[in-house]
C-alpha cells in the first residue's frame, strides 16, 4: 500500500510546489493561492463538481510527458506534472 502521507513534487507556472497525493489541482491552485498573493484564487467561481468548467487548465503529465488540458476540479495531481495555463480567472 502506497505511503499516503508522501508529497508529490509539482510545478505551476514554473514555480515549484510539494502538494499531498490525494489533491485534485483545482484545490492545489487554492492552496497555492493563499501562500502566494501573486496566484489568486477566486473560489467563488467554481462549481467543483463538473459543471462550470471554468477550471479548465493546460499541463504536462508528469507521467507520460504528454500535454493536457482538462477540468483541474477533476484531475489527480501526479509525480512531477508542470501546469502552463491556469484556468483563465485565476493568476494576476
Ligand atoms: S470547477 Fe466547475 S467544472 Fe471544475
Given at each position: 500500500m502506497p505511503d499516503r502521507s508522501e508529497n508529490l513534487k509539482v510545478t505551476v507556472l514554473g514555480q515549484e510546489y510539494e502538494v499531498p497525493e490525494t489533491d485534485c489541482w483545482l484545490r492545489v491552485f487554492q492552496a497555492v493561492g493563499f501562500n502566494n498573493p501573486?496566484?489568486?484564487?477566486?473560489?467563488?467561481?467554481?462549481?467543483?463538481?463538473?459543471?462550470?468548467?471554468?477550471c479548465i487548465f493546460t499541463y504536462v503529465d508528469g507521467e507520460t510527458g504528454e500535454t493536457i488540458t482538462a477540468q483541474s476540479c477533476l484531475t489527480k495531481v501526479k509525480n512531477g506534472d508542470q501546469v502552463i495555463a491556469v484556468p483563465n480567472n485565476m493568476g494576476s
Open positions: 501573486e496566484f489568486f484564487f477566486h473560489s467563488g467561481y467554481y462549481c467543483w463538481n463538473n459543471r462550470c468548467k471554468t
